[in-house]
């Protein structure tokens, strides 16, 4: 085989597999420019995080509510003066995903060099090695690496989180392109996962005191699941409602509705209660004092439930993202499927790990909520 026909083979290989080229590394490295430089220009609330082993605490800057609209506006401008297309990144979905599964890795890679080379002795950037290089890798050596001023844990989630944004916006775009309008299962899901999406920023501040911020180390596990898993794997039932017209009755649809709205509210209302009691222990919850045990644990509102009642409104939300896709194929379902694993098993991480801190007080709690996360099954 000759050298021209040899890169002729290439190309058409690449282009089969989805694999990046400039264009697609421009766009994710463009995004993600433009990203930091909002963060580090725009206004927001500067959030005290947690108390760290060190005493010591990051401060979050929350303005990426403010990014999005910022964003969102200038993505349909753009589209309106034909700079592209507002299908572009449906179009360009596979190519994108591999370019940015390419980027985590490397990044990935880099901040474990980085992080285990530190010599700062700070809580935040002390580094946690356990001498397993895949074990360090996966999970992370360092809890709040930075770069520029920028924390790059509490970066990499409103950057997949906005990216599962556009991408369904340019879905959407997608099928109007192709059906001349949004069917009713497509909007459904646009609705319900935009509007997850919004009340993420809009309670920006309260992912300062989720698990992923105060505990877990930044990896692999972390840059691939904000920057590959929210986006791509989030927006399946999209793509799936792109090649497949399932039949929703107006039933369905109302039912789907309330299975949304009890979702959110369970998984808004704990998250909330749990934030405001870090903040302020003596914040009522529901109009009543809050009960506690050792006045660390909280017993009341939805904690009094179960002991991961936020992971139950989760898991319920991911299956109303999928119920407008119908019961024909399982593929719709993947998100909340794994979701539920997911979850299950960080369950088990987040009991061993109280277990460890609270102790006695982890023993009194589960005697006062035995349910971990389905109330009497589970």
Known sequence: MGLASFWATAAEARQFLGSPSRHEVAVLLCYLLILA????????????????????????????????LLLSVAFTMGAAMRLYSLEVIAEKGVELFFTTLIFCFLVSLIIYTAGSGSKIKSSSLRPRKTGNFLHDWW?????????????????????????????????GAKQIQIEGSLTLPMILYQAFS???????????????????????????MLIFGDLVWIPFTFSIQGWWLLAHKPVL???AAILNVIIFILGYAVFRGANMQ????????????????????GEKLLVSGYWG???????????????????????????PYFYPLYL????L????????????????????????????IFPYLY
């Not at 989760?314 to 999928?322: G, N, R, T």
């Open 139 to 171: 999970f992370g050596v360092q809890l709040n690496p930075g770069f520029l001023g920028i924390d790059l844990k509490f970066f990499t989630i409103k950057a997949g989180m906005m990216g599962w944004f556009f991408l369904n916006l340019s879905i």
């Open 194 to 220: 935009m509007i997850y999406v919004l009340d993420f920023f809009w309670f920006e501040e309260y992912m300062t005191s989720t698990w992923d911020i105060i505990a877990e180390n930044f990896g692999l």
């Open 274 to 293: 749990k934030h405001l009691f870090k903040k302020d222990p003596t914040s009522l919850i529901w109009g009543q004092p809050p009960k506690t045990v």
């Open 249 to 251: 009755t107006k039933f």
């Open 37 to 68: 430089l909002l963060d580090r220009g725009l206004p927001g609330r500067i959030v005290p995080g947690a108390l760290l082993e060190d005493k010591t605490r990051i401060h979050y800057k929350c303005n990426g509510f403010l990014s999005l």
């Open 340 to 343: 539920f694993i997911l979850l």
């Open 345 to 372: 098993w960080r369950e088990r991480r987040d009991e061993a790990r109280c277990k460890e801190k609270y102790k006695d007080l982890w023993v009194e709690y589960c005697k006062t909520v035995p349910w971990r």
């Open 305 to 331: 439930i179960a002991r991961h009642c936020n992971y139950l409104g989760d898991i319920i939300l991911a299956f109303s993202f999928s119920l407008p896709c119908g019961a024909s194929s399982l593929v």
